[in-house]
């Protein structure tokens, strides 16, 4: 659901081109990484993705989850909650696992969050976390 709300929206916002090698949409059970450099990244990596027929799992800060319309698709979609900086956090690596053993695809944003800006200018990325490396090592599949 929330790929297809973004596969309508981006494209009302801005011309939306995607390019790939002809079947080149990643493997069920891969994990996809995308920087997150601004707001409207998700939204532009989801409908992009939507267009390769790939309607993934996002890990995404769980705080989006109190938005009452959002957080309700978040749900509905299997979306996984990430309690940052909490004992809890772990255990959004383990449902993605999950998910990708049951041949889901999973996006994770290598940064954990958008990088702080003074400005509504996208950021340049940071640094990527561990979360992507720990979900891949212990998953085995494929980024």
Known sequence: MLSNVAAAVV????RLTV????????????????NH?????PGVVLAALRRLDVQPVVLATAGLWRIPVLGRLL????????HRN????????????????????VLIYGEGRIPPRGDAAEAPPESFRSGL???AHASGAPV
């Open 86 to 105: 909490t004992h809890r956090a772990a255990d959004a690596l383990d449902t993605a696992a999950a998910a990708l053993r049951s041949g889901r695809h």
């Open 11 to 14: 494209p009302c916002l801005g």
């Open 133 to 135: 490396a720990r979900l």
């Open 75 to 82: 749900e509905r979609g299997g979306h996984v909650p990430v």
């Open 37 to 41: 450099t601004s707001l409207a990244g």
């Open 19 to 34: 390019t790939s090698d002809h079947g080149s949409a990643p493997a069920p059970g891969s994990i996809i990484v995308a």
